[in-house]
Nanobody, 126 residues
Framework: QVQLVESGGGLVQAGDSLTLSCAASRRTFNIYVMGWFRQAPGKEREFVATIRRSDGSTFYADSAKGRFTISRDSAKNTVDLQMNSLRPEDTAVYFC???????????????????WGQGTQVTVSS
């Protein structure tokens, strides 16, 4: 079973930057795609970004385009989410997710990911 552990969350001010990291362990050879989702209080979990481990192909939610960058280090089994120009509406619990299914195009729905981390809180104050 793949295990995912997020780190890097915290409290920042609007306009600041923050980098989230996700470390995968156990049966990581199964992982084909890794992604980030977020869930704000009272809202559904929403897609943020995803990356294919083999070739680094990426896809972003409109809310993340131009501000967030997802990257991976396949040798270290990690994926990062660099977040710039943060806004109060980015406040949420951010979850790392992984899929072992070969997908084209890159999956954007939560149900397409089999493995999830516990989440890390990001709070952006105005």
């Amino acid at each position: 079973q793949v295990q995912l552990v997020e780190s890097g969350g915290g409290l920042v001010q609007a306009g600041d930057s923050l980098t989230l990291s996700c470390a995968a362990s156990r049966r990581t050879f199964n992982i084909y795609v890794m992604g980030w989702f977020r869930q704000a209080p009272g809202k559904e979990r929403e897609f943020v970004a995803t990356i294919r481990r083999s070739d680094g192909s990426t896809f972003y939610a409109d809310s993340a385009k131009g501000r967030f960058t997802i990257s991976r280090d396949s040798a270290k089994n990690t994926v990062d989410l660099q977040m710039n120009s943060l806004r109060p509406e980015d406040t949420a619990v951010y979850f790392c997710a992984a899929s072992a299914v070969v997908n084209v195009p890159l999956p954007q729905r939560a149900q397409e990911y089999s493995y999830w981390g516990q989440g890390t809180q990001v709070t952006v104050s105005s």
